[in-house]
């Protein structure tokens, strides 16, 4: 699998906040593509402006064709959906990829891997006969979320120097949260963290517990670094990644001077499990000043009590941009309450956190 570039392909132009979701379906199969475009035309929010069966049919298109949004299956003769990925987002020129494929059944290794490369979302296609009910609720309510991050309206930008701050001190705890387009801005933030940033680094992505055991190898592989998949009792340790199972949240606690993992379940605020909320919320109680969060891509508004915590407890936040993110729901909040030291793509997040611990860069 190619490594994801620093900047993805998504950031090219910001979705359309107004007017019908134009989508392009390119899926190999004459009667899913005929079922697709039945289910979505019933939607006067959606439009089918085209279909393929194929990947390079589907370039051919895209090179006249404006979309918001790809509907892509994986499974498909010659070039298939994982490999002509790259190459449609970069020809989509901003337009969102929605995998809807068989081989995204839970915890399915395509997915993680689709979601990597630059896949804002995953569905698992049914059979023929499934084109409807719940199926068809969870398409679309996953594309306007998709085309519509901020809702039709759009969402007011927020000041994008970041909110100011007490002086720098080492980083002796880093929490990231992030769900829809995380995963791909993950992979970009770990590829420009220094291997040296020793501190121990919690990451709390939504996606379904069977997802965890094959994301955290993807997490070893994409940071260069160990992932455990966190467990009540276990220790952090530094430069390690420790990831939240995808039914708990992921908390700290300290006793006798050491540092461990508590497990909770109970709900959320947020309504998340796991939430970042209460991974902030913990990180501050824990380490103080010394804590710092990142938001990273993901609808809603997870992390932005527990970014007030962290703040408040003299902890520093930052959050990725609204270009670069597939929804600039969750760093969105946190940016525009004023609660985000730093607002900048995840590559550059990671490049100022190494600045930071390096002693080369003030704070701005």
Known sequence: MAEPRSAGPQAASAPRTTGPIRVLIVDDSIVARAALSRLLDEDDDIVVAGSAGSAPAALRLLAELRVDVILLDLEMPGVGGLAALPELLAAGQGARVLIVSSACADGAAASIAALRAGAADTLLKPMSAGFSGPFARDLTDRLRRIAWPDGRDGAAPADPRGGGGAPARQIECLGIGASTGGVHALATFFAALPREFAAPILVTQHLPAPFMPYFATQLTDMAGRRTRIAAAGLQL??????????????????????????????????????????????????????????????????????????????????????ASSVVWGMPGAVANAGLARVIAPAGELARRLAEREEGAARWR
Not at 240 to 252: M, R, V
């Open 237 to 322: 340790i530094a430069g390690e990644i420790l990831l939240a199972p995808g039914d708990a949240h992921l908390t700290l606690a300290r006793t006798g001077g050491i540092v461990h993992v508590r497990l909770e379940r109970k709900r959320a605020a947020s309504g998340c499990l796991p939430s970042v909320d209460p991974m902030f919320a913990s990180m501050a109680k824990v380490y103080g000043p010394a804590a710092v969060g990142v938001v990273l891509s993901g609808m809603g508004r997870d992390g932005v009590d527990g970014a007030a915590l962290l703040v408040g407890g003299g902890g520093a936040v930052f959050a990725q941009d609204r």
